[in-house]
DNA sequence: CAATAGATGTCGTTC
DNA sequence: GAACGACGTCTATTG
């Protein structure tokens, strides 16, 4: 670990260059200008921000509010720096796209670098993933009968989250969303639906599972015969149907 | 600003607190273990990381690779710290959705805070918005004789980023991507056109305007008897017209 | 607040 | 590398 406290341009140079060769994460915080050009381009005005550079040549800058970086650059860049006439510059460059980044620090309160030691890895649970295993797992969750026959079954418009047969032989197509169904995940369905109906020769219905859905991708589904199948989030894990009625109206029946 | 180098877990947490009060950005690096439940919910084992905690409630956790944090809490969330005997508890709760985000230190590198100056807004050239602004004021780039109406019109299954007529009077709706269109991107406009050639009783032409377009989206136009014109990227700008043939080919001509 | 869609989205996975 | 879709997406905008 290395930390200047005010350091000159100099030494800032100096800590972060270092930094770069031995892939060690770099913190900058001052004040300095931020030009981006590649897929878009920007420019930021100076100001006071905070800048973190990654081993993996990630590099991100950061204003006092939000969670996102105002201009930032992906792990796989190369960053170099530079010492010139109007302050430290640390540009950072992508091959493919072809993107820049350039900070110019006019000024810095601290530079640090450190050596992270990190082994562990995120472990999430409640991820879209774990609800289609459940299903898959616990198929009379969607209707008595329901056999699922495939995972992620990949049609020439998409990849359908779960294929299956009803108790009448029809096929089913399942989405499965996490959160609140909208209306791309009912046109998503309708995609699925549309192609594998085509595709098989025979009936497919369409079947979303959400914990709750919007009224306009509700009627979306009703006017084009797809269903809706409410799942409450876990612990609870409860399903429910929504039927779908005459003229778009709604019902929820449990079993 | 205040800096501590390897500071004890208790001047760490007098600068936290005094941070949160103050509304200062603070920077934390050292050993921990983060937990996370919510919309989901996620188990960190212990590791050197680098938490950022901003004046608008937002937090941040930075792993030493990648561009995305580990965990986060969003803007507008409460931080709380506390020392128990584990080690130094930063906390923080969201409302809504309910969330919490249990940072706990065992060991400290570093831990800062600073009153950032910055009054500066990120200026941004090349997103969606600019290249509707270019077709709203030249209309002739997607075709001779085309003229714009409406700007984010609005329809029951969502808004159409350009609606206007063609020479012979026909609606079109535009869409418009400022990368490659994707499956979605056509589901989008599909979604559209169907909704607003039933609303209005009349043809109603869609049109996706990218500077490029995948195999099967392209396809998925063709058979809906939607049409693809590229736009080059500026500063170029310039428009050619994919023409659907029969039966799915495709060719290029420009104009 | 809900809904809708963009984003320099990023990221993982599969082909 | 291209395509496709999830994401604890986040963020802005509009009703």
Redesign the interface.
């Known amino acids: 670990?290395t930390?200047l406290?005010g350091p000159s341009l100099e030494d800032a140079k100096e800590l972060l260059a270092a930094a770069i060769r031995d892939k060690r994460?770099a913190?900058l915080?001052g004040?300095c200008v931020v030009n981006y050009v590649g897929?878009?381009?920007?420019?930021?005005?100076?100001?006071?921000?905070?800048v973190?550079l990654?081993?993996?040549g990630?590099l991100?800058v950061?204003?006092?509010?939000?969670?996102e970086?105002?201009?930032?650059n992906?792990?796989g860049c190369e960053a170099s720096v530079r010492l010139g006439g109007k302050g430290l510059q640390l540009i950072s460059k992508r091959k493919r796209p072809k993107e820049q980044l350039l900070i110019l620090f006019k000024s810095l309160?601290?530079a640090?670098s450190?050596e992270?030691?990190?082994?562990?890895?995120?472990?999430?649970?409640?991820?879209e993933r774990d609800l289609i295993t459940l299903v898959s797992n616990e198929p009379s969750l969607i209707e008595p009968g329901f056999r699922p026959l495939e995972r992620e079954k990949l049609t020439?418009?998409?990849m359908v989250d779960l294929y299956g047969v009803d108790r009448d032989g029809n096929g089913v197509a399942i989405e499965f969303k996490?959160?609140r169904a909208e209306?791309?995940s009912a046109?998503?369905l309708k995609?699925y639906v549309d192609e594998l109906s085509k595709k098989l020769g025979k009936r497919v219905r369409g079947i979303l599972v959400a914990p709750s859905i919007t009224s306009?991708a509700l009627?979306?589904l009703n006017e084009n015969q797809l269903e809706y199948v409410r799942i409450r989030k876990p612990p609870t894990y409860t399903f429910e149907r929504v039927v779908t009625r005459e003229r778009g109206q709604k019902g929820i029946s449990e079993f």
Not at 39 to 50: D, I
Not at 62 to 67: A, C, G, L, S, T
Not at 69 to 72: D, I, K, R
Not at 116 to 127: A, K, N, Q
């Open positions: 670990m930390v406290i994460l913190l915080v004040s897929r878009a381009g920007s420019v930021l005005p100076e100001g006071e921000r905070v973190m990654k081993p993996d990630a991100l950061h204003q006092k509010k939000k969670r970086p105002v201009n930032w992906p792990p309160e601290l640090a450190f992270l030691v990190d082994r562990e890895e995120l472990h999430l649970v409640g991820s020439k418009y998409g996490r959160r209306l791309a046109s998503q995609r306009s009627k979306l």
